[in-house]
């Protein structure tokens, strides 16, 4: 685990892993996909705000004992394999 091994230089590793944001790449999507995609997520009912994300982002920085952590920011939304 790359936490464990960087540990001994002082340096923490932590990952977020996103579902589906508002970001300018997903904007070029059809409105009404986006919409339906946004729905699909349980709680809340949208699309992630990259705000969001920087959000967890700082916190994780600002937390010194968060090392190793792996975060998932998808308003609980699991796609279905194909």
């Known amino acids: 685990m790359l936490a464990r091994d960087l540990a001994r230089e002082a340096i923490r590793v932590n990952t977020v892993q996103p579902g589906l944001f508002d970001t300018p790449a997903m904007r070029r999507a059809p409105p009404e996909f986006l919409a339906a995609?946004?729905?699909?997520?349980?709680?809340?009912?949208?699309?992630g705000?990259?705000?969001?994300?920087?959000?967890?982002?700082?916190?994780?920085?600002?937390?010194?004992?968060?090392?190793g952590a792996v975060v998932r920011l998808d308003g609980a939304l699991r796609m279905e394999p194909r």
Do not use: C, Q, S
């Open 49 to 67: 705000r990259p705000e969001e994300f920087a959000h967890l982002v700082l916190a994780l920085i600002r937390n010194p004992y968060a090392n």
């Open 37 to 47: 995609m946004g729905r699909r997520a349980p709680f809340p009912n949208r699309l």
